[in-house]
């Protein structure tokens, strides 16, 4: 009986364990994320899965062998956010939907922090165009200050980091 | 006999009624105005504090969804090729409501956490003549994310647009 009850805390913190982890594997080399291009991006599809970088006076935003690059003087505005999503996602969330007694539910309850990065930028013609960007918790303002370096311009040039801030600010848990 | 023939007479009668007032109505339908390109200027929230992210996804899901119906030429805010084109029909949106709404509740509880937008849709000629004007909202009540909304926007003013322009038809 003891050691049920006994594998049943080792299940339950092993999976908290899972839940968290992800997180700290966040980050990889300096200067480059891993990040989402959510929608916006000319030529990408929506919700790709790549890493954003900047330099040599561009956004590149990598996924397999191409790349999609913006200048950074183009860009009109940059703008961070915070958002959540959840824990497990994907097809395994999917399916979690169907576990009996609410159990998707609970997991929907797990949800990690992440960031938003939204770009407007103007094309060779004029053209105004919009991408949004997600990424680990973080590593937004990085991003953003390395645009602004390299001549990116911006309407919110002096945001609070999303770390610090807590969940009443009004730029945070926006969307959950 | 004759009640047989009383009530036969009488539901030919109703099902001409019926059948014709459909037809009817299609003919008193406004021919489409016509409309070589679209412009779609970017999504303005100035009453309303609307985040980065929604109104980026609105402008892109509005200029995907517009292509999606047909039109080939749409063209971005400040396109420096808009303006030379004949029968340009230039799309302002003004957002009117904003509810936030939250995935999390809405994946808890089902019922609740609804995100919802409003925007008044104005087609106009670049000289300032309005064609139409509408309220069109966006909504996300059960599944996926809070910019789901923004889609479901975008779809429902590309169809309003779908409805009353067409790329062949009266100027």
Known sequence: ?176 | MRRILNAAVWMSLFTLVFAASPLLAQKSKPAKIKAAAFQVEMIQSDEIKLPAEFQVALYENLVRQLEKKGFSHVYRDGDRNAPSVANLVVLHSTVRGFKAGSEKARQVTTVSGATSITIHCQFTRPDGTSLLDQDVNGKVRFFGGNLRATYDFAKKAANAAQEHFSTTGPE
């Open chain 1, 1 to 176: 009986m003891t050691s049920r009850s006994t594998m049943v805390v080792v299940g339950v913190a092993s999976l908290f364990a899972g839940l968290v982890m992800p997180a700290g594997n966040a980050q990889q080399a300096p200067g480059t994320v891993k990040a989402v291009q959510v929608t916006g991006l000319s030529g990408v599809k929506d919700n790709t899965k790549g890493t954003l970088n900047v330099g040599n006076g561009q956004l590149h935003f990598v996924r397999g062998k191409a790349s999609s690059d913006v200048t950074a003087a183009s860009i009109q505005d940059v703008v961070t956010g915070g958002d959540s999503q959840r824990a497990v996602g994907g097809t395994i969330g999917l399916m979690s939907m169907a576990a009996p007694y609410g159990g998707g539910r609970v997991l929907s309850l797990f949800r990690t922090k992440i960031d938003t990065l939204t770009i407007k930028y103007r094309d060779a013609d004029g053209g105004l165009h919009g991408a949004i960007f997600t990424m680990p918790v973080g590593t937004a303002d990085v991003i953003k200050k390395e645009l602004v370096a390299q001549g990116a311009h911006t309407t919110a040039p002096a945001e609070p980091t999303p770390v610090a801030t807590s969940s009443t600010s009004p730029n945070k848990e926006q969307k959950q």
